[in-house]
């Protein structure tokens, strides 16, 4: 079915009024918070009800949103695509917030207190006060980017507490205006080139390796009926490719970075004043939000990956809901499971290469609906777990026949999140490390043989013949430098000889934190099928029968 069409434009959405609006749906008491760490949140009409609290760090600062960008952070936060639900009839919010100001009207930090330590304070107070367990930080130091794998001080603070409180903290990958050539026009003609360039890598703290990093793509050309007729205004990109401003990973020591992207805005090429103009100018150009001054309007049109960074954290929201007792490492895990890069950005990006598309779209976009549930021909498998340094554990996948056997592309998708400890001062960031392989047709005493410790006296461990191994794509080479990793092997022909389990070993092998203790992780497994056949039945009777 085709989306929609709102009988509005952009410019008359930003315009409404309270009457003008549908019914502000209930929202249940016991929804999932979110807390938006930025410049604050005002008590505007759609979220005040919603707003269960909000601090100041340093108090002096006060709590009211004198910037604007916090309430705006808020509204997405909690409506996900709300221009899309306006162009609908409805008004639904997925998530409480809270916040935490850190920012002053200028959308400074006070030069009174440390970044890192600014952060640690506001992350622990929303969650020690109000339980707040996923966070959205859409702020940025693009003074300092991210080079050689080496992120600082702020990244590593937020690394610590994603481990220490068992949070999802979701932060923005930061933006630059397009810069390269002289010509304020070459923002379209060199599109998507410079998003290569080494001054528009990720900046502090978007680097960091336990956390949930956010690019931006386009959600459309930008161009309101008016602009598409004007020869003198053109459009940088179409949708669900990379914004024009969006930055490029990769992160801490090579990591998969950003780990997703989500609709963030987009640029336009004015010709009349030779200006780039993004939602701020241009409504259709931008993300659709809350005002912080709703008594002068209800809401506003910003372009930026600042507005991308709240959507995902609405989806890690649905996520929470359905699964009120998963860890961060579950809720990264199935984020993972979900995300797929846009065919839109790729074959926009494959002029600049396959690792140059990972470092600016990272896993893709994520589909929360694919995150949260199973179907009849895709199901999802997941496990939350520890692991001792140096030890290995292996979980038996039921592979039903219809699977094995039956026609078409079905595939195999792993993804596993932990959460290691770090150290910025270290050229090895992480203190552990945890790896998986998905082996086939291979007897399991043979694979504990072959992963477990030997003494010299034992010989060598026997190996596991290439056959049996799963080919999973990203290789072991790009996505082990992560801490959230997502791989699939696809097949198409009959895989019956291979037996009806496969075996996922998993890893975790020592760094400098050699006494770390036990090392929490999640994994998921989906199992899926292009043909429409019953997958889900036949391996709910399988776990059946061995419960």
């Known amino acids: ?46 979220i005040e009800d919603i707003l269960v609290g909000s601090i100041a760090v340093p108090e002096n600062l006060g709590t009211a949103d004198d910037h604007g960008h916090g309430t705006f952070v808020g509204g997405v936060a909690t409506f996900g695509d709300l221009r899309g639900q306006l162009a609908m009839g409805m008004l639904q919010r997925g998530a409480r917030l809270c916040a935490a100001k850190v920012i002053d009207q200028t959308g400074k930090f006070p030069n009174s207190r440390l970044t890192p330590k600014l952060m640690r304070e506001a992350i622990t107070r929303l969650n020690n006060e109000f339980g707040c367990r996923i966070f959205v930080i859409a702020l940025g130091d693009r003074t300092k980017l991210v080079e050689n794998g080496k992120v600082g001080p702020w990244a590593q603070t937020l690394d610590e507490l994603v481990r220490e409180l068992d949070v999802v903290i979701i932060v923005a990958a930061g933006n630059r205006q397009p810069r390269r050539g002289l010509r304020v026009e070459q923002a379209v003609t060199e599109y998507p080139t410079y998003l290569v360039e080494s001054s528009n890598r990720l900046c502090e703290p978007a680097g960091g390796i336990n956390i949930v990093t956010v690019g931006a793509i386009a959600h459309g050309s930008g161009l309101g009926p008016q602009a598409g007729r004007d020869v003198g205004v053109r459009p940088i990109t179409a949708r669900f490719e990379p914004s024009p401003f969006t930055r490029i990973g990769p992160g801490a020591r090579g990591a998969i970075k950003p ?26 150009a931008g993300i659709l939000s809350l005002h912080h001054r709703p008594i002068d309007r209800l809401f506003g049109t910003r372009s930026g990956t600042s507005h991308a960074a709240p959507l995902v954290a609405f989806k890690a929201s649905q996520l929470l809901a359905r699964f009120p007792d998963a860890s961060a490492n579950l809720i990264r895990a199935l984020l993972a499971t979900s995300a797929d890069i846009p065919d839109e950005a790729s074959c926009r990006l494959v002029q600049l290469g396959e690792e140059a598309t990972r470092n600016l779209c990272g896993h893709g976009l994520v589909d929360a609906e694919r995150a949260s549930f199973s179907d009849d021909a895709r199901v999802i498998l997941y496990a939350e777990d520890e692991l001792a340094i140096d030890h290995f554990a292996v979980y038996q996948i039921p592979i039903p026949e219809p699977f094995q056997i039956e026609r078409g592309r079905r595939s195999i998708r792993v993804s596993l999140a932990y959460d290691p400890p770090v150290r910025h001062s270290r050229l090895d960031y992480n203190g552990t490390a945890m790896s998986f392989r998905l082996i086939r047709g291979c007897d399991p005493d043979h694979i504990f043989e072959h992963f477990r410790q030997r003494t010299t006296e034992e010989g060598p461990f026997p190996e596991i013949e290439s056959r049996y191994d799963c080919k999973l794509k990203p290789s072991s080479t790009v996505r082990e430098k992560s801490s959230l990793q997502t791989a699939t092997v696809t ?36 199992i899926s099928h292009e043909a429409e056949i019953a997958l889900y039945e036949r391996l709910t009777q399988r776990v059946r029968v061995r419960t």
Do not use: K
């Open 1 to 46: 079915d085709l989306p929609p069409e709102p009988d509005l434009s952009d410019a008359e959405f930003v315009d409404l009024t309270l009457a003008d609006l549908p019914e502000l749906s209930a929202i249940d008491p016991e929804s999932p918070l979110i807390g938006i760490i930025d410049s604050g949140i005002n008590a505007h009409p759609l």
């Open 259 to 284: 780990d997703f992207i989500d609709a963030g805005g987009t640029l336009i090429y004015d010709g009349p004043t030779a200006s780039l103009q993004g939602g701020e100018v241009r409504p259709e």
């Open 491 to 526: 097949f198409s022909r009959d895989v019956s000889e291979y037996g009806d389990n496969y075996y996922l070993v998993i890893r975790c092998a020592s760094g400098w934190a050699g006494d770390v203790g036990l090392q929490a992780f999640a994994v998921t497994v989906e």
